[in-house]
């Protein structure tokens, strides 16, 4: 076989990047040789004269005006607004959630500390709607604290929580943001007498010692504690974890009683899906928008679905996930969209994620980031979610409101 024909049986139509001519795919090739042998790129191919191998979005551009009798650098033009456009909304969806930097961050962060002072990690999770997840690192005996907001965005600094009500405070949310806090300040003193007891109950286990204390004792009891917070395990200890609010779940945390189902549909399917005739309407409206942003027609949709009655958590998570790019550990992998008229693209996402977690040999619905702390698993081996008969174990409500462990 040629090197050529090869290629051809390697060659793999994958996601447009945002701005490619209307009629253009992009195309994943192999490097058959050389010191590149095995890996990827990208060409792009298509136009009225079905060009080939073409390098770059602009030269696609360029090449698509030319055939077409249009403006060449008019249309670039176009191309480089569009670009500052996207990076605008982008810029304003790190505002949202506080991952800027420098002077915007400052910015926010002084907001926030100028009506409340630096605000207490330990309280962060009673901020309503707030939890953190806490990892003890043995090889560094340090512990790692992660705050988690209602969006499941994750935050490793207190500053970076700071910068999120900020952004708020300064957008006309002063008064919302005065509640919480001010609720969170004052649960957070009826349970341990002050905002300054001395500790930090989130780095602490139930006896009061330090988690890398608890390492080096050897005591049975408290060594059994810390496999607790380091693997988020059962343990008969976890009544004494209660008052140090929500970690990582353990696996009591979770039930299979709360209905979750998964149905695969894809973007050139337009059957109506079985049991999902509340959300038909939701998910035909993200098909038609990633068509018409030149998805591939065969990439896969996951709708789940569940009941907001019996889990407010499902409400949150249910929804249209859509096939990504690439695969995650070796299978497919889906992020949750939806249609946002706000946005310049008609679409939202969020940081969830419909995933095969190959450490611990499970489906996963959760962020990409913190696998530990995963909103439902089913350990049914599948190659897709979508052909899982076994039960989704599905957080429970009252982990989120302090009532796991």
């Known amino acids: 076989m040629s090197r050529r024909s090869q ?39 298509g136009g009225l004269k079905n060009t080939k191998g073409v390098c770059s979005v602009n ?3 360029e090449k698509d005006a030319q055939d077409r009798g249009l403006d060449v650098q008019a249309e670039l033009a176009k191309y480089e607004q569009f670009k500052k456009a996207q990076e605008d909304e982008k810029e304003k969806e790190r505002e949202r959630n506080g991952t800027v930097k420098g002077e915007k961050f ?3 962060v002084e907001a926030f500390e100028s009506e409340f002072g630096k605000l207490e990690a330990a309280v962060v999770p009673k901020i309503p709607g707030w939890t953190c997840v806490v990892k003890y690192l043995p090889t560094s005996g340090q512990t ?97 974890r ?31 899906l079985p049991d999902a005739s509340s959300v038909a309407e939701s998910v035909a409206t993200v098909r ?59 679409l939202s996402c969020l940081a969830l994620y419909v995933y095969w977690h190959a450490e611990v040999s499970r489906w996963q619905l959760g962020q990409l980031s913190d696998p530990e702390a995963c909103l439902a698993h089913c350990a049914e081996d599948k190659p897709s979610p979508a052909e899982l008969t076994a039960p989704w174990s599905v957080l429970k409500e009252d982990f989120f409101s302090g009532g796991g462990h």
């Open 7 to 45: 290629a051809n049986l390697v060659d793999k139509f994958v996601e447009p990047p945002p701005g490619l001519p209307q009629g253009w795919q992009a195309v994943e090739k192999l490097y058959l040789s050389g010191k590149y042998a095995g890996g990827t790129y990208i060409r792009f191919q």
């Open 106 to 108: 400052e910015q926010f």
């Open 144 to 240: 790692h604290v992660s705050y988690i907001s209602p969006e499941y965005q994750f935050y490793g600094m207190v500053k970076s929580v700071e910068a999120v009500f900020g952004y708020r405070m300064l957008n006309g949310d002063l008064a919302a943001v005065k509640k919480l806090i001010e609720k969170a300040r004052a649960d957070f003193i009826k349970e341990h007498g002050s905002l300054e007891p001395g500790y930090n109950p989130l780095r602490r286990l139930s006896d009061g010692s330090t988690l890398q204390e608890a390492a080096e004792s050897g005591n049975a009891d408290t060594l059994q504690e810390l496999e607790d917070f380091k693997n988020g395990g059962d343990a008969p200890t976890r009544t004494k």
């Open 59 to 61: 030269k696609a551009i």
């Open 242 to 272: 209660a008052k140090l609010g929500p970690k990582i779940p353990f696996a009591s945390d979770y039930s299979e009683e709360i209905p979750l189902v998964l149905v695969q549909s894809s973007l050139k399917q337009t059957e109506p």
């Open 288 to 346: 038609s928008l990633l068509l018409a942003r030149r998805f591939r027609a065969g990439s896969d949709l996951l709708v789940v679905l569940g009941h907001a009655a019996l889990h407010r958590g499902v409400e949150k998570v249910a929804g249209t996930y859509y096939e990504m790019g690439e695969h995650f550990n070796g299978r497919k992998c889906f992020q949750w969209v939806q249609a946002s008229p706000e946005a310049r693209s008609g």
